[in-house]
């Protein structure tokens, strides 16, 4: 009979005497959704996991908080529908009963010339209809005959240029004021940033080839809404999208998974067929490591071990300020800007790139606050790529308190004074959006390839899958059940 070798120090299992092996062990490094989702994959393989993560709590930009008596979400409080990745997450996790859609009344769009509707038949404020009534009164008669030329327009060689920018697509295809009326203010407030700056290919992957192969614009984002399933673009949790954290962590814990806050990773290296981790919290032996911190740290950590990934840092991603309010204002029943307002850059009296009316979203929300009590959720970036875009971030939080009561109160049409605020809250989210400028779809792919040639380690997470909790849970569910599967624990 043979015997096997004894147990590596990595902590491969050793098997002697018949006895059951050890399972394979793995340290996910990183607390946001893009590790906790990985920990619950691998630990659903079999594999036991360390998770730790830097700051004092989990979940990154998915957490809640209370305002004004009110549990409410500090971070996201939707995802996109456009494939099911996340709802079958909640579902899994128990809450699949709780998504809930937003009012179907949607958002408006303020512009230097007052506010109205924003149109509901485009993708990132990209219209597939240009007859729409509420794109020409955005753009104006000429501007939407401009506008229609796309449909007849060659496409010559700009689909055919190795980086191209979101930008540049809509100016060249559908002029200047589709770009700065209705594109860039979807755009900034999705992203922060100026369209100018944008990849096309990183915030919307297949739109390149999909003008292509339909031959306009126009007909490309038609052909993308109606492919999207029926119904909301976008769906949450009643109570808060943070409710898809706590769940996470309740699910880890039946797992076994140890979690470690405030736990930041100093070191990671190859040790013998495995990983040594370096932490706050200790030094942890493992025989993967997925790593789903943020890009700077990521690469900085496995550098020393894949020297290939120095220099591939992603540039640092935008920064925003959310100021929530929670005010006593029947007036604001009426809902005057239906469920919250996108700004246009040009606006020069305004400084809020978004407010959200959160109780005229979401339903449940308007059921616990009650008649005539409202939260207001106004949101101050740095618009990467703007000119003299000013980094409100910075500003301290009475400073912000102040700005988002003028604006709410010149955006939403209603005056809101200090008598009329029940709570108030600022949160800060520094570099948490990904950057998704011109070439870091190119530095994505170069760390692909170093990692690719590496055993027992992959990366995952926003800087890597993009924005949104659509593209962050799929690319960790993926990239952890792959792992997972590379770990052959001994039979």
Not at 65 to 78: F, P, R
Request: hydrophobic letters at 45%; charged letters at 20%.
């Amino acid at each position: 009979m043979q015997h096997p070798a004894p147990q590596h120090a990595s902590g491969r299992p050793e098997r002697q005497g018949g006895r059951k092996p050890k399972p394979s062990t793995a340290v996910v490094i990183g607390g946001g959704i893009a590790g906790l989702v990985s920990a619950r994959e691998l630990a659903l393989a079999g594999v036991e996991v360390t998770v730790l993560e830097r700051s004092p709590r989990f979940g990154g930009c998915v957490t809640r908080h209370e305002v004004g008596g009110l549990t409410l979400d500090a971070g996201a409080e939707s995802f996109a529908t456009r494939s099911s990745v996340v709802s079958d997450l909640v579902a899994e996790l128990g809450l699949g009963a709780e998504l809930v859609q937003p009012n179907p009344a949607g958002a408006w769009i303020q512009l230097p010339d007052g506010a109205q509707r924003l149109p509901k038949t485009g993708v990132l404020g990209i219209p597939a209809d240009l007859s729409d009534p509420d794109v020409v009164r955005a753009i104006g008669r000429r501007a939407a005959l401009r506008a229609s030329g796309d449909k007849v327009m060659p496409l010559g060689s700009l689909l055919r240029r190795e980086q191209l920018s979101l930008g540049e697509l809509v100016r060249t295809r559908m002029g200047d004021a589709v770009l700065q009326k209705l594109v860039a203010p979807v755009v900034g407030g999705v992203y922060s940033a100026d369209p100018d700056v944008l990849e096309v290919d990183s915030v919307m992957p297949g739109l390149r080839a999909s003008v292509a192969s339909h031959g306009s614009l126009t007909a490309a984002v038609r052909a993308i809404r109606k492919a999207a399933p029926a119904g909301s673009n976008v769906a949450g949790i009643a109570g808060g999208m943070g409710r898809l954290t706590e769940a996470l962590l309740a699910d880890l814990k039946t797992r076994h998974v140890s979690l470690h806050a405030g736990a930041a990773a100093t070191a990671v290296t190859k040790h013998d067929d495995g990983w040594l981790v370096e932490s706050a919290a200790g030094t942890f032996s493992a025989d993967a490591v997925m790593m789903a911190a943020d890009g700077g740290a990521a690469v900085r950590l496995l550098a020393g071990t894949v020297p290939g990934l120095t220099g591939l840092e992603p540039e640092a991603g935008p920064s925003v300020a959310l100021v929530t309010l929670v005010v006593d204002l029947p007036e604001l029943d009426a809902m005057p800007r239906g469920t919250g307002l996108l700004v246009a850059p040009s606006v020069q009296n305004v400084k809020a790139k978004a407010l959200t009316h959160a109780t005229a979203k979401w339903p449940w929300l308007a059921d616990e606050a009650g008649p005539g009590s409202h939260v207001l959720r106004l949101s101050f970036g740095r618009a990467v790529g703007q000119q003299g875009a000013e980094d409100f971030t910075g500003w301290n939080d009475d400073e912000l308190y102040r700005q988002a009561l003028a604006d709410a109160s010149s955006l939403m049409g209603v005056g809101i004074g200090d008598d009329d605020v029940v709570g108030w809250k600022v949160v800060r989210w520094i570099g948490a959006l990904p950057s998704a400028t011109v070439g870091h779809r190119d530095r994505v792919a170069a760390v692909r390839r170093e990692l690719a040639a590496q055993t027992g380690v992959d990366v995952t997470g926003a800087w890597l899958a993009g924005t949104g909790l659509v593209a962050v849970v799929g690319d960790a569910r993926r990239r952890a059940r792959e792992l997972a599967a590379r770990l052959q624990p001994a039979a």
